[in-house]
């Protein structure tokens, strides 16, 4: 390893830590992954820094929704793994599955055929560091089902599940927001039910909703957000202020949101989603909605 990269990680080292004390994230999540042959689920992508002729290397933040993976690939001049977040799998090709977590760094060797994914029950992140120089990623088939679900879910602490399900709410305002209904497919229980101001009605007609843009869930400026667990279910209450698109007119509301989620195999599920509006004022500033 030349003393750039060493540098590299040294600073990358430094600012983790003050990210973690801060409880932020470092870079931004970056945008969906456009080549959607090459994974299954959804994986946020940010290149961070591209090969040049100094610095012959690429830099790239991974950011995966629970339950995703990428296909079996070959990095001709192996890659770095920095785990910056969450739980996730990594196997090289006739070796036994990893269980790797925050913390961990994985070193893929030149030419060994692998996967790398996030657990069923968990978000994952990771810092790549790939050399350039032997060219680009090679990609092969998909992993199967089958090999997938053979692998025992690393068990969750209460903690944590509270951890996940923020985040899983987090992201679901992110997909709201994209309209992104392929992620909001798998997350939504096929019996939840959604309850607006307006009225109430069911998962296929909430996907139709965000498809279509009769509701355009702008953006949620979250303010508290509280998790309690009681067995297999979550109740989520967030505090927000929300900034809609509603039959073509741009509306702002608070509200507390009721989510309900049930966990079934592993996996979160949510059950209900209840918007309550609040009596207090708006907090969103002008700045905040033109954003």
Known sequence: MNKTLILLLG???????KATAQETSIFPKGEIGKNTDDYTGTIWLNEINKPDNVFKFGIAQAVYAPDSKLNWHIHPGGQILLITDGTGYYQEKGKPVQ?????????????????HAAAPNSSFAYIAISPSEKGKTIWKQKVTEGEYNSIKAPAISSNNDEEIIKEISKKKWDWMADKNVDSLKDLFDDKCMFIHMGGSWGKTE??????????WYRKAEV???IVNIIGNT?????DIDLEAVVGGSMVTHA???TEVYEKA????KMGSLTFSQLLRPVKMNDSNKDQ
């Open 11 to 17: 600073l990358y080292a430094m600012i983790s830590f």
């Open 99 to 115: 269980i790797v977590h925050k913390g961990d760094v994985i070193k893929s060797q030149p030419g060994v055929e692998h996967w």
């Open 206 to 215: 909430e996907l139709a909703t965000i498809k279509s843009g009769g509701i």
């Open 223 to 225: 303010y508290s957000v």
């Open 234 to 238: 979550a109740i989520l209450l967030n």
């Open 255 to 257: 509200f507390m949101v």
């Open 265 to 268: 195999d592993g996996h979160w």
